[in-house]
């Protein structure tokens, strides 16, 4: 067996050893509860003020914008529904045909309630085009729904397109941005989204924990009630342990942000321009060619079945565009709303490369598609 080589840092991060040594404190010495008036609150309370400040440096923004909470899908959860029933519980939602199930599943349920929901396609590199989106609203629209980066194909959006559309209309913009942060600078001030979804376990920070970003003036509904938490925004004490986590993350992404890309552009051209060195024309790409994550390679084994081709590499950690359900294989919701062939998407492989993956690893997964694929 090969050794073992990650590259499916789009699924989950390590935890960072930076991150680890902030929260062990809090595991080990400090377990005061941050709302409590004595001693003990005070290391909680002190690291919990620090981790938001961090999170808001970050993404420059008001400390007071940061909500935490369990992860990327409760954020996206407590921004969507959150808006829907602070206006009454009634409304036009629109979002895109890409958006993870974090997005498209909270949308489906308020229609249930009573939202209209619409929803925007992309073109063929899986990016949306400003001006549907323009088409798509609506007299009762009141919030957008669009990731910042594609969790699958890596393609980024045209997101302060459209915030210009939207601001001066009064419409709300919520964004998906747990694939984004600790990849790319992510600032609000120049994002322009109204609310903005992290998560920590995708620039690593540990799971169970993320964060809503929520400008100042915009009304959310809290998802849970209870206690006057995260200034009345999310009721329950908070999880200081991995508060500090993300905080910690926070600030490394922000010391590592004008190097990391970069690195990982390269080793991503390195696999890409390796991959057709060898197998020419039975290897595609998915997403835009240049609007994407700089650690993002989404390619098609055309003409084979994705699973089998990450069997074939043995000891790699990657991920699938097709899923098999009942014995048929059926290409991702993503890959079908761009448009892909069946004969080519059923054999996407999904490789996202981290801050540690190093050129020789590249290589060793270029040598297994060399030995099993080239012929």
């Known amino acids: 067996m090969q050794g ?7 699924a989950s991060t390590p935890i960072a050893p930076e991150v680890a040594d902030a929260m062990r404190p809090f595991l080990e010495r400090h377990y005061g509860n941050p709302s409590s008036p004595h ?30 909470t369990s992860g990327g899908s409760e954020a996206s959860n407590h921004g969507i529904k959150g808006t829907f029933f602070a206006r009454g519980g009634s409304g036009h939602i629109v979002t895109t045909s890409i958006e993870h199930p974090a997005t498209l599943n909270p949308c489906r349920f308020l229609e249930r309630l009573g939202a209209q929901v619409s929803i925007v396609g992309v073109d063929k590199a899986g990016r949306v085009d400003p001006d549907a989106v323009r088409r798509a609203l609506k007299p009762e629209t009141f919030l957008v729904s669009v990731m910042h980066a594609n969790n699958e194909v890596g393609t980024l959006q045209p997101i302060r397109e459209l915030s210009a559309i939207l601001r001066p209309r009064g419409i709300l913009l ?13 600032r609000m001030d120049e994002l322009g989204a109204d609310l903005l979804s992290v998560a920590g ?10 964060l809503l970003y929520v400008r100042n003036g915009v009304k959310l509904e809290p998802l849970i009630h ?21 905080g910690a993350a926070c600030a490394l992404a922000q010391r590592v942000l004008a190097t990391a890309p970069e690195q990982m552009r390269i080793l991503r051209e390195r696999l890409w ?7 020419g024309a ?14 993002t390679l989404n390619v098609n084994f055309i003409g084979r079945i994705g699973a089998e081709v990450l069997a074939k590499l043995e000891g790699v950690a990657a991920s699938t565009g097709s899923a098999c359900h009942a014995g048929q294989r059926e290409l991702s919701p993503v890959l079908q709303a761009m448009g892909v062939p069946a004969d080519h998407g059923l054999g996407a492989v999904r490789f996202s490369i981290g801050r540690g993956t190093t050129e020789a690893e590249i290589d060793a997964v ?10």
């Open 4 to 10: 073992r080589i990650y590259l499916d840092f789009n």
């Open 39 to 68: 001693w003990a609150s005070v290391p909680a309370k002190q690291a919990l003020d620090a981790a938001r400040a961090q999170a808001a440096e970050l993404l420059g923004c008001a400390p007071g914008e940061i909500v935490f």
């Open 174 to 186: 919520h964004c998906d941005a747990a694939q984004s942060v600790g990849k790319l600078p992510v």
């Open 201 to 210: 376990h995708k620039f690593y920070a540990p799971k169970g924990v993320g």
């Open 226 to 246: 209870g206690g006057g938490h995260e200034s009345g925004r999310r009721a329950g004490t908070e999880n200081v342990l991995l508060c500090v986590g993300l």
């Open 273 to 279: 321009h390796g991959l057709q060195a060898r197998l």
């Open 282 to 295: 039975r290897v595609s790409l998915n997403g835009h060619t240049t609007e994407r994550l700089p650690n």
């Open 366 to 375: 270029l040598a297994l598609v060399e030995k099993h694929f080239k012929d």
